[in-house]
């Protein structure tokens, strides 16, 4: 990996390679300090934009592995896909997503997946509802959780996304490539994603934990994938440090 990333600052010149990314022992050791002001929040040279109320969180975001997991995760937001993170249970992909939506201000919605999940509980149903004559039932169509957030331009952590069925990657196929829309024939609209709306999946690996398939090539390349590395002993050591001084 060092070794690529030499041969990459080699192809950029000079006055642009300090201007626009640093030294290169930043770059590679992951030793980026966080950077947070009004308008962005980021590690050199990736930002984002703050949403409306940002946090102050009690998440170590510096510790050595920490920092390099989520410069990974600002690196793939730049682009205008989804992210998609994978590692073992329990390395902290949800915690990172949650801490990082906490301090840029974003809501972030967590729907659990299983084989049970069908679409209708994430985009919504006609449910019955109280009032109107005549004794008849009366129903009225419920936003699902998905299409609430898509809709408020809230950010969305699908978790456990290879425990899901056939039936709702399928669904959630316009959401995640270039069309960025849901279209429901119940209500024949169509809702287009906001540009604050922004799409996080989180799996382990297959062979870890039951019920877990492999999903197609076809639908993992609508996700900018992001490996999740496990804390080590330094990590651990730091955070309890920042924790109690």
Not at 116 to 144: E, K, N, R, Y
Request: proline share 6%; net charge negative.
């Amino acid at each position: 990996r060092d070794e690529c990333y030499a041969f990459l600052l080699q192809m950029i010149p000079e006055d642009e390679r300090v201007a626009n990314l640093g030294s290169t022992t930043e770059l590679i050791s992951g030793a980026q300090k966080v950077t947070t002001s009004a308008t962005a929040f980021g590690m050199h040279p990736f930002h984002i934009p703050m949403g409306p109320e940002p946090e102050v969180s009690s998440f170590s975001m510096t510790a050595p592995t920490t920092s390099q997991n989520l410069v990974r995760v600002l690196r793939g937001l730049q682009l205008k896909r989804p992210i998609l993170l994978e590692g073992s249970p329990g390395v902290g992909k949800t915690t990172l997503i949650q801490a990082l939506a906490s301090v840029t201000g974003h809501r972030l919605v967590r729907i659990n997946l299983s084989d049970q999940t069908d679409m209708m509980d994430l985009l919504g149903t006609d449910l019955p509802v109280d009032g109107g004559g005549g004794g008849g039932a009366q129903f009225a169509w419920s936003d699902g959780v998905f299409l609430s957030a898509l809709k408020a331009g809230d950010w969305v952590l699908l978790d456990e996304l290879n425990l899901a069925s056939q039936s709702v990657l399928e669904g959630l196929n316009a959401c995640l490539d270039h069309r960025a829309e849901v279209y429901l024939p119940e209500l024949g609209q169509t809702f287009a994603c906001p540009p604050s709306f922004r799409i996080f999946a989180a799996q382990n690996p297959l062979h870890q934990g039951g019920g877990r398939k492999g999903l197609p090539a076809s639908f993992l390349n609508r996700f900018t994938s992001v490996r999740v590395e496990e804390l080590n002993a330094d990590d651990l050591l730091f955070i309890a440090l920042a924790a109690y001084p």
